[in-house]
């Protein structure tokens, strides 16, 4: 037995108590509606209006859509839209890492006024909703737009809109790049610079203090960066449907758009939300995984 | 109308009734009167080889009664009635107008029903929910005392395959499928007679600069009737994805976009050329830049095309049943057609509103008089109907494969 007596019995409550509206806000709002597409996925259809049936008893499950689903997947047709959306959520991750990590450790370097002005400067584009700022995307990439005239002068003559890979891309990471700056930012302003010049003072050059350095102390917040763009990316269909609409592009999240709000085959639409979940939680699984390792080593 | 032909196409695919099911119940096929009736999962439905009476539900309103006041709800797709007709009806009779709107036939259903909208009127539903609008009791039957402009209507749909007698239901606007392009672009319109007009848009010339329709049932078509196929609701698996073969030929040769925006970019000048509705250039009209000649769109279709029409329906729980009347009797009066088609471009279902009157009233230009569909070519163009659940499925499969690229 320790030598410590037991906390007494109301703060054996209270702690665990503040954790109970954020328990209840995911049982309500993520627990069950997961759970409700798994009904649906595994449910029925109604044989006169065609609406998804539930079925909430696990037992009574069907799987036989789903495994339909699941074989175009691994083998089908769908395999090519997987694939797809993965090249194109890897590319503009990538991208906006590029873009992002810069930008980021160039606010995190700002002090006082001047860091508040451009992280203003940074975000406030982003209060216009962002399907108004790909519509305007639209206007400007149009074969009449303003930038396809413009681009012409160059000799540059692209389809922007017609099933262009580098249009989606890029519409991802106009998207989604602000999401990735600020949690690296967040990491890189909380560095402690004194450790660049000290490996500065022992002779490093900049750039290797930046990678031996300032790179693996900003490791968590790369991971957490990708991680919160690339999971909703995994997922988009806006993107594509605005700035492609084309089979050549056609994204995971457009086939479930497809299936669920286009189509009397919503089970298959659930299947594909059910499959698509699995593989982010993969991929969410990764970075837990990764996130441990980094604060191990940090320790 | 634009973005809701889409769904009016979309929700044709919901049409799967249960193939080879219960039959109906004595007493309700003894209901049906006059001519064939299909019947499949309890449904009724009527096809233009079997059309169908459908049985009353309950008796219409009685003669007579005085138009209701206050709010009179309308359900209706976004854009599809005129502010102009609105305000007039609402100023005649006193009332305020309130619309509620539905993005697919199938949304509507399933709110309907849920109880979750609460509406008097509805606008924009095809044939191809006739059979479900029954079957979840959401219509009434008309009395066609308060119709005094049902005559107005183009006579071979005074009396449709979908609902004989028109006992529930009053045609709205008509439309056919077929090719809207730019008249001052290169484009190739002598190819324009017949089937063999379809295949320009597989003519590589176009390339990123062309669209189809973002509706299953429409462009699987269109490329059957590019080869001479015309069973628009066949079950021949290999026929349908063939036609999807088709489709993807037509993705490498020109690169279309897949949507229902025709009725914008080909007006904008960013399409030279797509499948789109007859609706959707009469409608282009209104998205021209400023000042540009409106004799710059185009349409042809040919004899083999799908044509349709959508309608009006008074909802059983409607608490306004009069003033329902009214709307759709206000509606059939040809001069507020006429305004309203200003705004909604599709093409009333009126035996006046002719060619000539659209060119003198609304200024339609003469090289969008081919988007206009004659009585005669309504009727001569295919039906799309009901589909049993696996052929409908089968659809959905081919397209779904086409799509993911």
């Known amino acids: ?299 | 109308m634009r973005a809701h032909h889409l769904n009016r196409r979309r929700f044709i695919q919901l049409t799967g009734w249960g193939l080879g099911a219960a039959a109906l119940s004595p007493a309700l096929l003894s209901a049906c009167g006059g001519g064939a009736s299909e019947s499949t999962g309890g449904l009724l439905i009527g096809t233009p080889d079997t059309p169908i009476r459908l049985p009353l539900n309950r008796d219409p309103i009685a003669d007579g009664l005085a138009p209701e006041s206050g709010t009179f709800r309308v359900y209706n797709y976004a854009d599809y009635v005129n502010p102009d007709v609105v305000e007039a009806f609402e100023s005649q009779y006193g009332v305020s107008l309130e619309i509620s709107t539905y993005t697919t036939e199938e949304e509507a259903i399933t709110k309907l029903r849920s109880g979750a909208i609460e509406a008097d009127l509805m606008i924009g539903m095809t044939d191809a929910s006739m059979a479900l609008l029954m079957a979840a009791q959401l219509v009434q039957p008309l009395n066609r005392s308060y119709l005094s402009n049902f005559a107005n209507i183009i006579s071979g749909l005074q009396d449709p395959y979908y609902d004989l007698g028109s006992q529930y239901t009053v045609p709205h606007v008509i439309y056919a499928d077929g090719i809207g392009y730019r008249t001052d672009r290169d484009v190739d319109t002598t190819v324009f007679a017949g089937r063999e007009g379809w295949s320009a848009l597989w003519d590589s010339r176009y390339r990123g600069r062309a669209g189809i329709l973002d509706s299953y049932r429409d462009s699987l078509c269109m490329s059957m009737f590019r080869n001479g196929l015309t069973d628009v609701n066949t079950s021949d698996r290999a026929v349908v994805e063939a036609a999807g073969s088709d489709l993807a030929d037509l993705v490498q040769a020109v690169n279309p976009q897949i949507d229902i925006l025709s009725y914008q970019e080909i007006p904008a000048g960013n399409r030279d050329i797509a499948l789109c509705w007859s609706g959707d250039m009469l409608a282009g009209q209104g998205f021209l830049p400023e000042g540009a000649d409106p004799s710059v769109l185009g349409f042809w279709y040919p004899p083999e095309t799908i044509t349709a029409n959508d309608f009006f329906c008074v909802l059983t729980r409607a608490t306004k049943p009069v003033l329902a009347h009214c709307f759709i009797n206000f509606l059939l009066d040809v001069d507020n057609a006429l305004l309203n088609q200003t705004y909604v471009g599709y093409q009333p279902a009126l035996e006046a509103v002719t060619s000539d009157l659209l060119i003198e009233r609304n200024g339609v230009p003469e090289s969008l008089l081919s988007a206009l569909v004659t009585p005669d070519r309504y009727r001569s163009g295919r039906r799309l109907v009901n589909l049993v659940p696996e052929v409908d499925e089968m659809w959905i499969d081919v397209w779904s494969e086409f799509t993911a690229g």
């Not at chain 1, 037992?59 to 859509?65: G, P, R, T």
């Not at chain 1, 006024?113 to 639209?138: E, G, H, K, N």
Request: charged share 15%.
């Open chain 1, 1 to 299: 037995m320790s030598g410590q007596s037991s906390p007494p019995a109301d703060r054996r409550i209270f702690w665990p108590g503040l954790a109970l509206p954020g328990s209840l806000w995911l049982a309500i709002f993520f627990v069950v509606p997961a759970y409700t597409i798994a009904c649906v996925a595994f449910g029925q259809v109604d044989p006169i209006f065609r609406d998804a049936v539930p079925v909430w008893n696990p037992l009574q499950w069907q799987f036989s859509d789903a495994s339909e689903v699941l074989g175009s997947v691994v083998g089908g047709p769908l395999r090519s839209v997987f694939l797809r959306t993965s090249f194109y959520v890897i590319a503009a991750v990538a991208l906006s890492l590029i873009i992002g990590y810069p930008i980021a450790y160039y606010l995190a370097r700002q002090e006082g006024v001047r860091r508040t002005i451009l992280l203003a400067l940074m975000v406030i584009p982003f209060w216009v909703s962002f399907l108004m700022r790909l519509l305007a995307w639209v206007n400007l990439l149009e074969p009449e737009g303003l930038a396809s005239r413009f681009l012409r002068l160059f000799g540059i003559d692209q389809q922007w809109l017609n099933g262009n890979h580098l249009t989606v891309i890029l519409g991802l990471v106009y998207g989604y790049l602000p999401f990735l700056i600020l949690p690296l930012y967040a990491s890189l302003e909380r560095l402690d610079w004194r450790l660049i010049e000290a490996a500065r003072d022992l002779g490093a050059s900049s750039s290797q203090a930046f990678r031996r350095i300032t790179l693996p102390l900003s490791r968590a917040g790369i991971a957490a960066g990708t991680v919160l763009i690339a999971l909703p990316m995994f997922g988009d269909y806006y993107t594509n449907d605005l700035l492609s609409r084309s089979p050549r592009t056609e994204m995971i999240g457009n086939q479930i758009d497809f299936f669920v709000n286009a189509s009397s085959q919503k089970q298959k639409g659930a299947t594909l939300v059910l499959v698509l979940a699995l593989f982010l939680a993969l991929v969410m699984s990764w970075y837990l995984i990764r996130l441990a390792r980094v604060r191990r080593e940090a320790s």
